[in-house]
């Protein structure tokens, strides 16, 4: 890949939209306990702003959150970091969704 990749959002953001999804589809599933435990200990604000971005953007965030769990990463590396880093080495599916604008959203 020729060409630098811009990321203009906080990593943050995506990173608990994700929790809150996983959250929601666990509590949803009679999973409560499990489900209130990936947000639990996340600020009110941060809740509040992941909250949001899932309901505007749920699609994406969805396709960024599977992504994340088919690459087997670490809890403390970031979406973004995973797509660049699977981008450079040419795959596809990474160098679509950031095509596609998915880490573009400022907040």
């Keep these: 890949m020729g060409s630098k990749v811009r990321i203009r959002f906080k990593v943050g953001v995506i990173e608990n ?3 809150v999804a ?4 666990l509590m949803t599933n009679d999973r409560f306990i ?7 200990d996340m600020q009110a604000n941060d809740f509040l702003i992941a909250l949001r971005i899932r309901a505007e953007h749920g ?3 969805k396709k960024l959150c ?13 979406i973004a970091a995973v797509l ?3 981008a450079e080495r040419g795959d596809e599916e990474a ?13």
């Design 95 to 107: 160098i679509s969704l950031l095509a596609a604008g998915a880490l573009e959203r400022l907040v």
């Design 66 to 78: 599977d992504f994340k769990e088919r690459h087997k990463t670490t809890e403390t590396e970031s």
């Design 34 to 40: 499990e489900g209130y435990s990936l947000i639990r």
């Design 59 to 61: 699609a994406m965030i």
């Design 84 to 86: 660049t880093r699977a």
């Design 17 to 19: 939209a994700c929790l």
């Design 22 to 25: 996983r959250a929601v589809d």
